[in-house]
C-alpha cells in the first residue's frame, strides 16, 4: 500500500470517530470532541503534516471548478434532489402532492416593513437562485431582470393571536408550482412589543444551510447595515461541476459500493400506516423537543466517550425508535446531507440546493437492549461508509432499485442533522426562533436535529392522515424518554432503552390476559359418565338412520372396553382410530380413553405412506377399523370394531390422570414428516369447560358435527356434547359433506350449534339461498374456526338465519381446539377482517417481534400461545418440540410459536393477519398473499380467491367466471401496488377441499400447473395507440418492447427516462393531459396497454 493510501484511510478513521481535519493557508487544522483524540492521532499529524497538506491540494485539483459568468442566465439541468422534489410535487404520485417546503417564524423587537423589503430585494439581487425559475421538465433559469418583490405585512395590535395564526395557515403548507416565481415568501407580523417575520420558502431553490445563511445576511444587513457582496460561484456553475465529476474514479468507486447493494437492499421501515392512505391529507404536523446546553454537552460527551459522532447517537434512538414500530428488523432510512463540497472560496456563500440524500441501512434484528453502545457505534461505522461513497447520490441508488424491482422505491422516513452547522458557519441568528413545519413530497417522518448556544431542537414533521391514531405519539414519547436518560449523568449508554411497550398498551394487555378461572381438572370422558347417570334415556348420539341414547352409548362403550382389555391394552398406550364418521366410531374413542389409552385419528383416505410415519412416531398398538374389506388391514395391525363389542360389557370406570394424554392429532409438517400434537385431557377440558359456559352450552345443545375425527373440532363436538347430556348429530357415509343432507339432519333433530370452518357454512348458506331455504331453523349459535372468518359471510349468516350468534374463535392444535375468541357484531361490517379476539380462560396470548420482545399496538409479529391449553408436544420428536415450545424471555413461561402472525388492536383485541409462510417477496417487494385476496373479495363479486406464487409472478384461482377476469383486474389495480396486481388467473366452479373441509391450496396449485392462464399470452393485437407509444417508448429506452403487459421496469425504465417518455408524448397530443398526472400514472401502472388506455380515456374527456 502506497502512502498516499495510507494517508487516505487514515484520515477516513479519524473522520468515523468523529475528528475533523483540514487544511486553511497551508497549515493543518483539526477538530475533535473532548476525550476523543489521543496522543497516537496527534503523532500521525505531526509526523505526516506535509503529506497530508499535499493529499488535501490533490484532491482539490482533481475537483476543481470552471466559473463561467457569461452562462449564468442559461438554462440548466437540476441536480438529482430538486428533480425528485420536483416529481414529489404530483398530486398522483405515492405520498406526493405536496412541495418540499418550510416554514419558519423568527421574533425580533421591531421591523419596518419598507427596510425588510429593501434588504430582501438586495439579497435576491446578490443570489442568483432567488430569482430562478425551476420548471416541470427538469430544468431551471435564472432570470436576467428581476421582478418586483413585496413583503407582506399585516398588525395584530389585539395581541390575539388570530393574525399569526392565519398567516401561519397561509404560508405553512404553501404550495409553490413549477415554473413560476417567486419560490418564496416574506412578511410581517406587527405586535404591540414585537415583530414576527414569517418566512416560507420551497427547498428547491435552498436548502436549510442556504436559508439560515440567508436569514443570517437579512440581520447583518437590517441591523449592522453591512453589505453583501455577489459571490462570483454561482449554483449554476456547482450544478455542471458535480455533472462533470461523474467521469472521476472517486464517482465510479461509490457507484460500484452501492450497486453491490442493490441486491438485498433492505425495505424502508413497516410501520403502522392507514393501508388506504388519506391522499387529500396535504398537511404536515410537527412535534417538537428540546434540551438545554448542559444537557446536550451530556449526550455529547457520552457520544464522544464511545467513539462516535453526535449525529450518529442521535440517528441510533431514532432507528432503534423505528424498529420497535416496524415490522422489519432490517430496513433503510432515507438519510438527508447538507454537504456543499468546498471547490471554491465562495462555495459557503451561495444560495441552493446542495442537498443530497444517502441511504442509510441498518439490521436491528437479533438485537439486545443492553448492547445499545455497540450498536451505535456499528451505525457509526455504517454512516461513515456510506457518506464516504456519497458522491454516488441516494436519488440515484433508488432509480436503480426502482428499475431493479420493478416498480418506484419510496422510502418515506426521513432523517435530517444540521448538528455542528450552525456554530461550524458561524451563522447563529440574533432573532428568537419561535417555530415552524417542514414538508417533504413521499416523506411521512422527517426527524431533525439541530443545534447551537440553545442547546438540542429536535422536531419531528409528520404528514397527517396517514398513521394509525396514536402510534407517532407512543414513537414520538419512546424517542424523548430515550434521549431524557442519555442526558442524565450517571446512566451509561447500554442503560437507557428498555423492553417495555407504552404504558397504556401494557395496561390493556395485561387486563386481556387476565383470564383466570377456576376450572377443575377431569378427563376428556369424565362428564359422559355424569351424563349417563342424568340423562340416560336422552339422544347421546345420533346419524340420519339412528339414534342412540346415553344408555344405548354406554352399553357399547362398556363392550368395547371387554375387547380392548381382551386384546392387551393397558393405560398409557396409543389406539389409532381408522374409521368412518360413525356411532361406532364415537362409541370406539370412548372406549379407548376408559381403559386409559390415548386414541389417534387416522384419515384412512391419506396415503400409506403417510399412514405408516404416524404409526411409526406415534407407537401405535393397532387401529381399530369399521370395514371388513379395509385396505389398511394389508399392511397395519388392524381389529374391527365389530370383533372387539362381542363380549359382555365392563364396568365404566375412571382410570388415569388429568394429565395424561388423552389423544394426538397429526398436523402436516414442514419437512414432509407429520408431526403428532400430544394433548392431555386437563387441557383440553380446560378449553371445553370455558366455552360451554362461556357460550351457554347445555343439555338441550345439539351440535352437528361435521369435522373428521383428525381435526380437533371434533374433540369439542364429541366431548363437550356428551359431557353436558346434550346430543351430537352426525352426517355419515360418503357423502357427508353434502348440504342437502345437513340442511336435513339440522332441520330433523333440531340443531342449535353449528361448529365448523368457515367454508363449510358457507357451502351451507349457498344451499340454503339457493334451495330458498331461509325458513325458521334451530340453529342459535355458529362457531367458525380454522381458517378466515370473511365478512360477507358472517352478512349472509345474518340474512339467511336471521339474529343467529356468530362467534370467530382461533388458536392451534397445539393449544387444546381454541384460545381466542370474537363476538362478531355488525361493528364488523366496517373493519378490514374480524378481530382474532382475546384470550379464553387460562389462556394468554403475546405477539412479539423476531427479538421475543412485545410488539407495540399495531405492530405485526409472531403470535404465541400460553397458558393450559398447551399441548405437552410433538410426540417421538424432541428437537421440534423445543424448536415451537419456548421459554418467555422475561417470565420464563412456557409459550407455542404458533407461525401465524397477528397485532394488537388498541383496546386489548389481536387480529390475525394469516400464516407468516403466505408472505412472499417479489423483485424485492415484500407481499403477503392475504392481502390480495382480501382485496379482489371487495364488492362481494367472487366469494373465494386464492393467492400464490407461480415462476416469478402472483396468481389467482378464483371461484368465479371467466368473463370477471377484467373486472377483478381493475379492482385490484384500484385497491393494490402495481407488483401486487396478479399476473396469471384460473377459474374454477368450486374450489376443491380437504378432507376438513378446509381449501385445498396444495390441488389448486396442481390444477393451476396444468391450466394457467397468463394475462400476457391473452394479450390481443397492439393497437394503433399501443404501436406508436411503443415506437416512443422503445426510442427512449433503447429496448425493443414485445409485451404491451410487461412493465417498462423490465425493459430498463427509471424515472428519468419515463419523465423523457412523457416530454415526447406530449410533444405529439398537446396540452390535453398534464405533464405531472401522465407521469405519475406511467410510474404506478407501467405497461404500454395501460399507458394507452389512460391516454385515450384523457384525451376524450379534453375533446368532449
Known amino acids: 500500500m502506497n502512502n498516499v493510501q495510507v494517508i487516505k484511510e487514515e484520515i477516513h478513521n479519524l473522520k468515523k470517530r468523529g475528528i475533523k481535519i483540514w487544511t486553511e493557508s497551508e497549515n493543518l487544522k483539526y477538530k475533535a470532541f473532548k476525550g476523543t483524540i489521543n496522543e497516537q492521532d496527534m503523532d500521525f499529524m505531526r509526523n ?26 442559461l438554462p440548466f439541468p437540476q441536480n438529482g434532489i430538486q428533480r425528485a422534489y420536483s416529481l414529489g410535487k404530483s398530486d398522483n404520485l405515492k405520498y406526493g402532492g405536496v412541495c418540499c417546503h418550510t416554514y419558519m417564524e423568527i421574533e425580533y423587537q421591531h421591523l419596518d416593513k419598507e ?19 425551476v420548471y416541470a421538465d427538469g430544468m431551471q433559469e435564472t432570470l436576467k431582470e428581476l421582478p418586483a418583490f413585496s413583503v407582506g405585512y399585516q398588525e395584530d395590535h389585539d395581541f390575539e393571536g388570530k393574525v399569526i395564526g392565519q398567516v401561519r395557515r397561509e404560508l405553512e403548507g404553501k404550495f409553490y408550482e413549477n415554473g413560476v416565481w417567486p419560490q418564496f415568501d416574506i412578511s410581517i407580523t406587527d405586535l404591540p412589543e414585537k415583530s414576527i417575520l414569517h418566512f416560507s420558502m420551497e427547498f428547491l431553490i435552498a436548502d436549510w444551510t442556504s436559508m439560515w445563511l440567508l436569514l443570517y445576511q437579512f440581520e447583518q444587513m437590517y441591523f449592522n447595515q453591512e453589505q453583501i457582496n455577489r459571490p462570483a460561484l454561482t449554483f449554476r456553475d456547482y450544478v455542471i461541476h458535480k455533472e ?39 398537511t404536515f404536523r410537527r412535534l417538537f423537543y428540546t434540551l438545554n446546553k448542559a444537557s446536550w454537552q451530556e449526550i455529547k460527551r457520552k457520544a464522544g466517550a464511545i467513539g462516535v459522532t453526535p449525529t450518529a447517537m442521535i440517528l441510533s434512538v431514532y432507528g432503534y425508535v423505528m424498529q420497535r414500530w416496524s415490522e422489519n428488523k432490517k430496513f433503510a432510512i432515507n438519510l438527508t446531507l447538507l454537504n456543499r463540497e468546498p471547490v471554491h472560496p465562495d462555495i459557503a456563500a451561495i444560495i441552493g440546493d446542495f442537498t443530497s440524500i444517502i441511504m442509510h441501512e441498518v439490521d436491528w434484528t437479533d438485537f439486545q437492549e443492553c448492547c445499545f453502545a455497540e450498536r451505535v457505534k456499528q451505525v457509526n461505522r455504517n454512516l461513515f461508509s456510506e457518506i464516504d461513497h456519497a458522491s454516488y447520490s441516494g436519488v440515484e441508488f433508488l432509480r436503480e432499485l426502482s428499475k431493479k424491482r420493478g416498480g418506484n422505491s419510496i422510502y418515506p422516513i426521513a432523517f435530517t442533522s444540521a448538528l455542528g452547522i450552525i456554530t461550524n458557519s458561524g451563522i447563529e441568528l440574533n432573532g428568537k426562533y419561535v ?40 414513537m414520538f414519547g419512546c424517542f424523548t424518554n430515550i434521549l431524557d436518560k442519555l442526558a442524565q449523568r450517571g446512566l451509561s449508554v447500554d442503560s437507557v432503552l428498555n423492553r417495555e411497550i407504552p404504558d397504556w398498551q401494557l395496561k390493556e394487555r395485561m387486563s386481556a390476559n387476565d383470564t383466570k378461572k377456576e376450572i377443575k381438572k377431569t378427563l376428556l370422558h369424565q362428564g359422559f359418565l355424569s351424563s349417563l347417570e342424568t340423562y340416560a334415556d336422552r339422544t347421546a348420539v345420533a346419524d ?33 382410530v381408522a374409521m368412518n364418521k360413525s356411532v361406532e366410531q364415537i362409541a370406539a374413542v370412548l372406549g379407548i380413553l376408559f381403559v386409559g389409552a390415548a386414541y389417534v385419528p387416522i384419515d384412512s383416505e391419506q396415503g400409506i405412506d403417510r399412514i405408516r410415519k404416524i404409526t411409526e412416531s406415534a407407537d401405535i398398538e393397532f387401529l381399530i377399523v369399521d370395514d371388513q374389506q379395509n385396505p389398511l388391514k394389508q399392511e397395519f395391525r388392524c381389529v374391527e370394531f365389530s370383533q372387539l363389542t362381542d363380549e359382555n360389557g365392563s364396568a365404566l370406570e375412571l382410570l388415569g390422570d388429568a394429565e395424561d394424554t388423552a389423544y394426538i392429532i397429526f398436523t402436516s409438517g414442514s419437512t414432509g414428516m407429520p408431526k403428532g400434537v400430544e394433548v392431555s385431557h386437563a387441557a383440553a377440558m380446560n378449553t371445553i369447560i370455558d366455552v360451554m359456559d362461556r357460550f351457554k352450552v347445555d343439555e338441550r345443545s345439539s351440535v352437528l358435527s361435521v369435522s373428521k375425527l383428525n381435526f380437533d373440532l371434533s374433540v369439542f363436538d364429541l366431548f363437550g356434547m356428551l359431557s353436558i347430556g346434550g346430543k351430537i348429530v352426525l352426517p355419515t357415509g360418503k357423502n357427508y359433506l353434502q348440504p342437502e343432507l345437513w340442511d336435513e339432519l339440522v332441520t330433523s333433530h333440531n340443531v342449535s350449534l353449528w361448529n365448523s370452518v368457515p367454508s363449510l357454512m358457507e357451502i351451507y348458506i349457498e344451499y340454503l339461498k339457493c334451495n330458498n331455504k331461509a325458513a325458521s331453523r334451530a340453529i342459535t349459535q355458529i362457531w367458525l374456526s380454522g381458517d378466515w372468518v370473511k365478512i360477507p359471510l358472517i352478512k349472509q349468516i345474518r340474512e339467511v338465519l336471521g339474529e343467529v350468534t356468530v ?9 387444546a381446539i381454541w384460545s381466542i375468541y370474537h363476538s362478531c357484531s355488525e361493528a364488523d361490517y366496517a373493519r378490514k377482517s374480524i378481530p382474532y379476539g382475546l384470550p379464553l380462560a387460562n389462556q394468554r396470548f403475546a405477539v412479539l417481534d423476531q427479538n421475543l420482545r412485545d410488539c407495540p399496538v399495531e405492530v405485526p409479529g409472531d403470535l404465541y400461545i400460553m397458558g393450559s391449553g398447551l399441548a405437552k408436544g410433538y410426540v417421538g420428536d424432541k428437537v421440534i418440540t423445543a ?10 413461561e412456557r409459550m407455542y410459536h404458533t407461525g401465524d402472525l397477528g397485532k394488537y388492536l388498541a383496546g386489548g383485541e389481536i387480529e390475525f393477519l394469516g400464516r407468516s409462510d403466505f408472505q412472499v417477496k417479489i423483485n424485492g417487494h415484500r407481499i403477503e398473499l392475504g392481502e390480495i385476496e382480501q382485496a379482489l373479495l371487495v364488492g362481494g363479486k367472487v366469494q373465494h380467491v386464492i393467492a400464490f406464487v407461480h415462476q416469478g409472478q402472483i396468481a389467482v384461482c378464483v371461484c368465479g367466471h371467466p368473463e370477471q377476469k377484467n373486472e377483478l383486474i381493475s379492482l385490484a389495480q384500484k385497491a393494490l401496488p402495481t407488483y401486487m396486481v396478479p399476473k396469471k388467473f384460473l377459474f374454477l366452479e368450486e374450489l376443491p377441499l380437504t378432507g376438513n373441509g378446509k381449501i385445498d391450496r396444495k390441488k389448486i396449485i396442481a390444477q393451476f400447473q396444468e391450466h394457467p392462464v397468463n394475462l400476457a399470452e391473452q394479450a390481443s393485437a397492439w393497437s394503433a395507440e399501443e404501436e406508436w407509444l411503443r415506437v416512443i ?18 425493459y430498463g425504465a427509471d424515472s428519468l427516462s419515463l419523465s423523457r417518455a412523457v416530454n415526447k408524448i406530449l410533444s405529439i397530443k398537446g396540452d390535453c393531459i398534464a405533464f405531472d398526472e401522465l407521469l405519475a400514472q406511467i410510474m404506478n401502472f407501467p405497461t404500454i396497454e395501460e399507458t394507452a388506455r389512460y391516454i385515450e380515456s384523457t384525451s376524450s374527456k379534453y375533446s368532449a
Open 1033 to 1050: 417508448v422503445e426510442t427512449v429506452l433503447e429496448q425493443k418492447m414485445d409485451d404491451k403487459n410487461k412493465s417498462f421496469y423490465d
Open 244 to 282: 462533470k465529476q461523474k467521469s472521476k474514479p472517486a464517482y465510479m468507486e461509490a457507484k460500484a459500493y452501492w450497486e453491490k447493494r442493490l441486491a438485498d437492499f433492505a425495505d424502508p421501515p413497516r410501520l403502522p400506516v392507514y393501508e388506504k392512505d388519506e391522499r387529500n391529507k396535504k
Open 435 to 474: 417555530g415552524g413545519l417542514t414538508q417533504t413530497p413521499q416523506v411521512l417522518v422527517d426527524c431533525q436535529a439541530m443545534d447551537g448556544e440553545f442547546g438540542l431542537n429536535i422536531n419531528w414533521d409528520i404528514r397527517e392522515g396517514f398513521f394509525k391514531q396514536g402510534i407517532i405519539e407512543d
Open 115 to 133: 427596510r425588510v423589503e429593501s434588504v430582501f430585494h438586495s439579497l435576491i439581487h446578490n443570489h442568483p437562485m432567488l430569482h430562478t425559475v
Open 883 to 892: 424448536q415451537k415450545f419456548r421459554e418467555h424471555p422475561q417470565t420464563g
Open 807 to 815: 362467534i370467530s374463535m382461533g388458536g392451534a392444535t397445539e393449544a
Open 544 to 576: 340420519k338412520e339412528r339414534q342412540l341414547t346415553y344408555h344405548e352409548t354406554g352399553v357399547l362403550v362398556s363392550k368395547l372396553i371387554t375387547g380392548l382389555n381382551k386384546a392387551g391394552v393397558r393405560k398409557g398406550m396409543k389406539i389409532g
Open 48 to 73: 505526516n503534516k506535509l503529506e497530508i497538506i499535499a493529499y488535501f491540494q490533490s484532491v482539490q485539483e482533481e475537483g476543481e471548478i470552471v466559473l463561467k459568468p457569461e452562462h449564468r442566465y
